[in-house]
């Protein structure tokens, strides 16, 4: 862009003095040229291409051909690029305002994007030169097209924008903080907008107040008026009341008279109903307690089969186990009387060895003694559980 612009201030300054007489005016229309194309790029005028295009070795040529020549077509841009960022920081403040808003720096981020590039533009056609951006700014914002509060915004614009800048030319170009100016441009627009929607809120609320007096006040004539309509009324009306209210009470007798037998006969609809309906509750409740009283029968029933059954159950196992202890308690007799009669065929042999065999004697003498044992054991046994097979048996019969 640098030899570019040099290139083409070079051919400005130094053309004839018939072609211009102020060459340092003409740089300044330049650079309101190139302005005026970056506006028109940020608010979707004109392509991204063409502003690249304006910062390449033909920008003056291009200049020429597109008719945007005059301070008037960049306030015009300009003029559209304040109502959008306006409009944008109404966005805003609405979205601050509401309880639970989201995110509202997506409309700051957009603000933010466009700001820099108007002020890159501002910086780059002006290389870095606050005087001529003074003088730039002072042109565009004295056009018609910024009047109001579109001119008080592109004058507080320049302002901020000269309060940022140095006497630095290169300073300018290449360090300016331009995110930072356009975040405090930012806050100070949306406080403004901010503001100026409470101030109209307030207005309104006013305007409102004052209508609402108005609309009172007119219904307040509204009501004097029918009030005297009512009073021109009454006497004729009283006169007619008085005419109708002798057919109103014949009337009205008959009615009662109607009504007398229309509430006589509901009730005793009423009362047969009831009636009706307490002896159909009846015969539903009876029916119920003696479903209940058959369903715990049946359940009682089932219970004490079960308890039977279990029972029945119990007894034939200990009438098992009694089988059980008297087959062996027979054994065990069986085994014993064994014993004895093996004891018995063996006392003659003994007798016969006289003293010799004393201590065989003592060693046989336990066994006898352990079989009766044994004999006795198992009669208390069968003796103890018998009782307990009768007791099943008889259940089990009884069953």
Same mark, same amino acid.
């Given at each position: 862009?640098?030899?570019?612009?040099?290139?083409?201030?070079?051919?400005?300054?130094?053309?004839?003095?018939?072609?211009?007489?102020?060459?340092?005016?003409?740089?300044?229309?330049?650079?309101?040229?190139?302005?005026?194309?970056?506006?028109?790029?940020?608010?979707?005028?004109?392509?991204?291409?063409?502003?690249?295009?304006?910062?390449?070795? *033909?920008?003056?040529?291009?200049?020429?051909?597109?008719?945007?020549?005059?301070?008037?077509?960049?306030?015009?841009?300009?003029?559209?690029?304040?109502?959008?960022?306006?409009?944008?920081?109404?966005?805003?403040?609405?979205?601050?305002?509401?309880?639970?808003?989201?995110?509202?720096?997506?409309?700051?981020?957009?603000?933010?994007?466009?700001?820099?590039?108007?002020? *890159?533009?501002?910086?780059?056609?002006?290389?870095?030169?606050?005087?001529?951006?003074?003088?730039?700014?002072?042109?565009?914002?004295?056009?018609?097209?910024?009047?109001?509060?579109?001119?008080?915004?592109?004058?507080?614009?320049?302002?901020?924008?000269?309060?940022?800048?140095?006497?630095?030319?290169?300073? *300018?170009?290449?360090?300016?903080?331009?995110?930072?100016?356009?975040?405090?441009?930012?806050?100070?627009?949306?406080?403004?907008?901010?503001?100026?929607?409470?101030?109209?809120?307030?207005?309104?609320?006013?305007?409102?107040?004052?209508?609402?007096?108005?609309?009172?006040?007119?219904?307040?004539?509204?009501?004097?008026?029918?009030?005297?309509?009512?009073?021109?009324?009454?006497?004729?009306?009283?006169?007619?009341?008085?005419?109708?209210?002798?057919?109103?009470?014949?009337?009205?007798?008959?009615?009662?008279?109607?009504?007398?037998?229309?509430?006589?006969?509901?009730?005793?609809?009423?009362?047969?109903?009831?009636?009706?309906?307490?002896?159909?509750?009846?015969?539903?409740?009876?029916?119920?307690?003696?479903?209940?009283?058959?369903?715990?029968?049946?359940?009682?029933?089932?219970?004490?089969?079960?308890?039977?059954?279990?029972?029945?159950?119990?007894?034939?196992?200990?009438?098992?186990?009694?089988?059980?202890?008297?087959?062996?308690?027979?054994?065990?007799?069986?085994?014993?009387?064994?014993?004895?009669?093996?004891?018995?065929?063996?006392?003659?042999?003994?007798?016969?060895?006289?003293?010799?065999?004393?201590?065989?004697?003592?060693?046989?003498?336990?066994?006898? *003694?352990?079989?009766?044992?044994?004999?006795?054991?198992?009669?208390?046994?069968?003796?103890?559980?018998?009782?307990?097979?009768?007791?099943?048996?008889?259940?089990?019969?009884?069953?």
């Amino acid at each position: 862009f640098g030899s570019s612009f040099n290139a083409a201030l070079h051919l400005w300054v130094y053309q004839p003095v018939s072609s211009h007489r102020n060459p340092i005016f003409k740089f300044v229309m330049g650079a309101m040229k190139l302005f005026c194309f970056v506006l028109a790029a940020s608010s979707g005028m004109v392509s991204s291409t063409n502003v690249v295009q304006l910062r390449g070795s *033909n920008a003056h040529n291009l200049w020429k051909g597109t008719g945007a020549m005059q301070p008037t077509v960049v306030a015009r841009t300009l003029s559209k690029v304040e109502g959008e960022w306006r409009s944008q920081a109404l966005q805003f403040v609405e979205c601050n305002s509401e309880s639970n808003h989201g995110d509202c720096g997506a409309v700051a981020g957009t603000f933010q994007k466009s700001c820099a590039t108007v002020v *890159n533009a501002v910086v780059s056609a002006s290389s870095g030169d606050r005087a001529t951006v003074h003088e730039y700014m002072g042109v565009v914002c004295d056009e018609p097209q910024l009047s109001g509060w579109k001119q008080s915004r592109c004058q507080n614009f320049a302002q901020a924008m000269l309060d940022t800048m140095t006497a630095n030319d290169y300073e *300018n170009r290449e360090h300016l903080n331009i995110k930072g100016f356009c975040t405090g441009y930012w806050k100070n627009m949306s406080t403004a907008e901010g503001a100026r929607v409470a101030q109209e809120h307030e207005m309104q609320a006013k305007r409102l107040e004052a209508e609402k007096a108005l609309k009172a006040k007119r219904a307040q004539a509204a009501a004097e008026a029918a009030a005297a309509d009512a009073a021109r009324k009454r006497v004729k009306e009283e006169a007619d009341a008085r005419r109708k209210a002798a057919e109103a009470r014949l009337q009205e007798k008959k009615k009662r008279l109607q009504a007398e037998v229309a509430r006589r006969a509901a009730e005793q609809k009423q009362k047969a109903a009831e009636r009706i309906a307490a002896l159909k509750a009846s015969t539903e409740l009876k029916a119920a307690k003696k479903a209940a009283a058959e369903k715990k029968a049946r359940e009682r029933s089932e219970a004490a089969r079960k308890a039977a059954e279990a029972q029945a159950a119990e007894a034939d196992a200990k009438l098992k186990e009694a089988e059980k202890q008297t087959q062996e308690t027979r054994e065990k007799v069986l085994e014993a009387e064994a014993a004895k009669a093996v004891i018995r065929g063996a006392r003659p042999a003994k007798a016969s060895s006289g003293a010799h065999a004393p201590t065989h004697a003592k060693t046989a003498s336990p066994v006898p *003694n352990k079989a009766s044992g044994d004999l006795k054991i198992a009669t208390t046994n069968t003796m103890r559980t018998s009782p307990k097979k009768t007791v099943a048996t008889g259940k089990q019969a009884s069953k």
